[in-house]
């Protein structure tokens, strides 16, 4: 870890950082735009925390995005993603003339989209910060207590008197986790974890066969804020916030646009749902929304987001009670 940020520090241009991030790609974000008609082109984002407020509409760019998200060497992560952005245009193109799966290349394409949207989410983010937190205060309470002597030895070969009691070794157990602390202070922690994160789900989704959901009638999909979601059968949490991993998981799936979700398998197969079972994909990402849901303008599905919105506001009251 240590060693690939050191890379990243040596590789990163001065005046490379990228403020303004993406958290849904925005080839994605497009295709959930109106088509045509006065809002052609822009996408309506509803924050779940005020169910009955208007939604103002947005374009792509407006959309899905967080200042400073990897505040560490931000330029190489961007890199990193647009080696797969560039090509979605193209695998999704495939997918809408129905020959996604004539291409091994388009369809590994997906894949990576999934693994990147996995990655690069809040809800992966404040995963690592609970860990960080546990981590630290875990090494801490080692050195006061495993490792007590030693840290009163080095403590008097640093400073050349006996440590006065807990206080003072807690201050200097936290100096000698001062690098890691200063690491994870300045983002490079979370930076480092975020690409490794990708890596390792782009391997462990790469071999994975890939569905291709679409409704059988009328019906139509919306994206959240946290858009690759793993599942697990008889699991009631949903994505990593819910608890389950993705070695855990059954599936993993991704709103690709209002007509198509991507969600691993066994096989690489085009299904499609029944009304019931397109309303189920929606409440997947709905329940494993942090802040918005992003729908097309006019969407039948609004009366079904402010619903849920306004029971999951009457439950955070009622446990907050």
Known sequence: ?????????????????????????????????????????LICPF??????????????????????????????????????????????????????FDSAGHASVIRSAIALHFARSKAAQVIHARVWAETVEQGRRRWLTENRQLLAYWFYREKGL??????????FADELMGLSLSLADSGALWRERIESLYL???????????EILTPAGDGEFLIGDVPALTVRAGHLGVGVL???ALAEAGSVFLPLDPRHVAALGRADTVIHLAPDQVTEVNALQLRGAIDYVYLRPGSLLMDTVRSFADL???NSGTAAA
């Open 312 to 314: 999951r506001k009457k």
């Open 200 to 210: 390792n789900a782009r391997a462990m989704t790469g071999f994975a066969g890939l």
């Open 242 to 244: 819910g608890g389950v």
């Open 47 to 100: 924050r779940l925390e005020y169910p009955q407020a208007k939604a103002r509409l947005l374009g792509p760019d407006g959309c899905a995005k967080v200042d400073n998200f990897v505040a560490w060497a931000s330029a190489s992560v961007e890199r990193l993603w647009k080696e797969t952005e560039d090509r979605l245009p193209d695998a999704l193109a495939a997918m809408d003339a129905g020959t996604l």
């Open 1 to 41: 870890m240590l060693r690939r940020i050191r890379e990243l520090q040596a590789a990163e241009p001065a005046a490379g950082h990228v403020t303004e991030q993406h958290l849904i790609s925005k080839v994605l974000l497009k295709r959930f735009a109106a088509p045509s008609g006065p809002h052609q082109g």
């Open 162 to 171: 006996y440590p006065a009691g807990d206080e003072a070794l807690g201050i």
